[in-house]
């Protein structure tokens, strides 16, 4: 860029780039890892949100006895997201789309499709979460709203062995060959049937996952104090435990978690780790 001319460039806006450079390629990817890349500092976790637009802020980690400490492992295992992405990565994005648009048509009662957001595709399950409670007029705490929609998931989509094109078509009230044009012309999938149900648990879980994260780092006085002898042994197994499900989530809802890395996390798990991710 700066050989380009240009000399000024926010944060911000290279994460954005450095999205939108990496879509070039061919993989339908989302924001996170340029995000952490650009925006994260030294000594504090990031809370990275992308509505209504891209921003970040810094979450401190209290003191806490034992110490908390990040181990980040290397598996040496290639991931070959632009060969793998119409089966792996872009297929995923897809899913999660279609999740959106086939929650929105039965839940929400209308034949209007959802409001354009930042997803990839135009629509995400966030848009949706924000359609819903919009539509029913709700003020509940995030973490309430969340676990709701993770019981409308489990009992919306019943089938765990997927949706095909023609099923999704008819609750969305269009042909196959227009759900194809809609979602798969930009990034091509290969798939016959949508792991809706999956795809929509593990998001919906998973953000409120990273709500009770923030919560327990920004609210740590609260937690510590239950602790006696000055250990946090408790506090630190409550963010440990975050961490597992996740890991867990990443295994059974999205196929994201590489045999290496599941066989890595079991084995810090074995060995005492208190959050293997």
Known sequence: ???NGIENVSKVELTEIAI????SVGVNSGGMDQSASVLSLRGSALYVSFVPTLSARPVQFPSINPELTFLIAQSFVASEKHVTGPVCYSLRVVECSLA?????????????PLPADSGSL?????????????KR???LPINEQLQELVEVAKSTFTEDEGYTRDEIAKVLGTTVPDLEQRYESTFPVSAEVFKLRQRALHVFSEALRVSKFIHLLENSSIYLSEGSSGSTESYNH??????????DSLETCTNAAALSSTSCA???RR???????
């Open 271 to 277: 060995r005492g780790v208190m959050g293997a991710d």
């Open 100 to 112: 959106a648009a086939y929650l929105h048509a039965l839940l929400n009662e209308t034949k209007e």
């Open 1 to 3: 860029m700066f050989a």
């Open 20 to 23: 939108v450079a990496e879509r």
């Open 238 to 247: 409550r963010l440990g435990n975050l961490m597992n499900e996740t890991q």
């Open 122 to 134: 135009g629509i995400s399950l966030c848009g949706f979460h924000e359609a819903y409670f919009k």
């Open 137 to 139: 007029n709700s003020s």
């Open 266 to 268: 079991q084995l810090l």
